[in-house]
């Protein structure tokens, strides 16, 4: 076996050094937005945590002083569809999240507020496009509930809408006061159906 010459050897270890500085570099760099992806999404419904759709919020608040492109945002609020006053099963969150990520555009965002209120930004979206995109929300779904014994069971939602306007700028308090009134309002039962095998 012939020798390597100490320059040949010292620029392997250099090489050597190199990538794995570049490794740790590229590991380091996954966990961080690994981390940064628990730390904005709710564990349960894979959901954005509020803290980071309100960030969105602002973000798009800001972007649309800046350019005139209005953006609407939706509140969402669930309940019980018989009006019985009964808590809501526990995978009801789970089962709503993806009854909305199935309703919207991917270029949605949605973020959990609280254990059965949900906000949903809708970006670069004027008012008539929002009404369009939440009438497919706006009312009932049946699930089959794992947590009470696999049986099917109707959720409502309630949906307030806002559209940000130079002449409308707080786009939050307006959808809040419109899902107030909604809730208030009495629900019809709509056909729609989230299919079991996916809850």
Not at 8 to 37: G, K, P, Q, S
Not at 92 to 112: F, K, M, N, T
Not at 115 to 120: M, S
Not at 174 to 191: N, V
Request: glycine share 6%; net charge neutral.
């Amino acid at each position: 076996m012939t020798m390597l010459a100490p320059e040949i050897r010292f620029e392997l270890l250099a090489v050597a050094i190199v990538l794995l500085l570049v490794a740790v570099f590229v590991l380091r760099r996954l966990v961080r937005r690994r981390m940064a992806d628990r730390a904005m999404r709710d564990p349960q419904t894979g959901a954005y945590t509020a803290g980071f759709i309100q960030e969105v919020y602002e973000a798009e608040l800001r972007r649309a002083e800046r350019t005139g492109v209005p953006f609407s945002l939706a509140l969402v609020a669930l309940r019980d569809d018989g009006g019985s006053g009964k808590p809501l099963p526990s995978d009801a969150p789970v089962a709503a999240a993806q009854w909305l990520r199935e309703s919207l555009r991917g270029s949605d965002y949605i973020g959990r507020l609280d254990e059965h209120r949900f906000a949903l930004v809708l970006p670069e979206t004027w008012e008539e496009d929002a009404r369009i995109v939440l009438a497919r929300i706006d009312g009932s779904f049946h699930y089959e509930a794992k947590s009470n014994g696999g049986k099917e069971h109707w959720l409502t939602c309630s949906v307030g809408v806002a559209t940000w306007t130079p002449e409308n700028p707080d786009v939050w308090a307006g959808a809040a006061k419109q899902l107030e009134a909604a809730l208030r309002a009495p629900k019809q039962h709509s056909s729609s159906t989230l299919s079991p095998n996916r809850t």
